[in-house]
């Protein structure tokens, strides 16, 4: 749980207390106190639906813009694993050539040390 949903959370639960309290505790008769706490039932369901509402929101901006940052590293790591695979790709295909033109050599160099060989 986020620091800003415990605090609300305290809050809302803080409110509630205090209003339950002031209300037993005030001098009202039966019918006064259950009006009295339906009105302010009342009043915190729409507070807490405000506040709901707006940490509802607050995630949704979070989570939209946490998204959006991980597509942009995503994207990131993406090109840079690009680069290196291409960069590596390119160094093994020369490798490739070179060891061909390597083989190549031995050969004519292995086919001329036998023909030198059955000439002696």
Excluded at 52 to 64: A, F, G, Q, R
Excluded at 112 to 119: F, L, P, Y
């Amino acid at each position: 749980m986020s620091s800003d949903s415990k605090l609300l959370l305290g809050l809302i639960l803080g409110a509630a207390t205090g209003a339950v309290a002031g209300l037993l505790l005030a001098p009202a008769s039966g019918k006064e106190t259950r009006d009295n706490l339906s009105e302010k039932a009342g009043e915190l369901k729409s507070d807490l639906d405000k506040k709901v509402t707006e940490l509802s929101n607050k995630l949704k901006d979070l989570d939209s813009e946490s998204l959006t940052d991980f597509k942009e590293k995503f994207n990131e790591v993406k090109a840079t694993v690009k680069d290196k695979f291409d960069t590596v790709s390119a160094k093994v295909k020369d490798l490739e050539k070179e060891l061909s033109e390597k083989i190549e050599s031995i050969r004519k160099e292995a086919k001329e040390m036998e023909a030198n060989s059955n000439s002696i």
